[in-house]
């Protein structure tokens, strides 16, 4: 009896933690996600918009309980198609108006240049040197580029899209070579209310 009373509770424990899971986003944020189809681009905000530069220039929050989150995955898969309708390079929530702590960055350092998903990146390391890395651009900022102050390379951690978690070291800041090292740190900066034009060098 009193092992049946034990699963009891278990089960009902488990029940009420599920119904009390809290939604990954806001009613507000669920309703701009669903206004279109995976196939749908979300518009881009531009620093050029005053109410889209307030959003830019807001520091986001990590995501949590993401797991199987049909929103979520809408998300990711129109920011696919956002990224390749611009032709960029990466993409964080924000550019798109969601506070969050999500981007997409290209991964040139990878056979065939896969995009990849970070869900709540964090950089955990890096060089106490700086290199000044040529023609940093952002779709948000649109007909300008400019020199900007980057680590040649960063240890970072975050999740993917699966819920995997990833810790790596991203390498690379040439124009010539590769330069995911940078474009991490450019999507990163994002989720911080940070653009290039606060890192330019000469
Ligand atoms: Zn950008």
Not at 44 to 55: C, E, F, G, M, W
Not at 64 to 93: C, P
Request: with cysteine.
């Amino acid at each position: 009896m009193k092992k049946l009373l034990l699963l009891l509770c278990t089960v009902m424990g488990a029940m009420l933690l599920s119904c009390n899971r809290p939604a990954v986003f806001s009613g507000e944020e669920e309703a701009l996600i669903r206004q279109g189809s995976a196939q749908t681009p979300f518009r881009v905000l531009k620093i050029t918009n005053t109410q889209d530069s307030i959003i830019l220039r807001t520091p986001c929050s990590d995501i949590g309980n993401f797991a199987n989150d049909t929103t979520l995955a809408l998300l990711i898969a129109r920011l696919k198609t956002t990224l390749s309708a611009e032709n960029g390079v990466g993409i964080a929530a924000p550019q798109v108006g969601l506070l969050k702590n999500i981007f997409l960055f290209m991964r040139l350092d990878l056979p065939g240049a896969p995009v990849m998903v970070a869900i709540n990146p964090k950089i955990t390391n890096h060089p106490d040197t700086t290199v000044c890395f040529v023609r940093d651009g952002c779709l948000s900022i649109p007909g300008a580029s400019g020199n900007s102050t980057r680590y040649p390379w960063v240890e970072v951690e975050y999740f993917n899209e699966k819920g995997e978690f990833f810790r790596e070291r991203l390498e690379g800041y040439s124009r010539q070579d590769t330069f995911t090292a940078v474009i991490f740190q450019h999507e990163y900066d994002h989720t911080r209310g940070i653009l290039f034009i606060d890192k330019l060098c000469r």
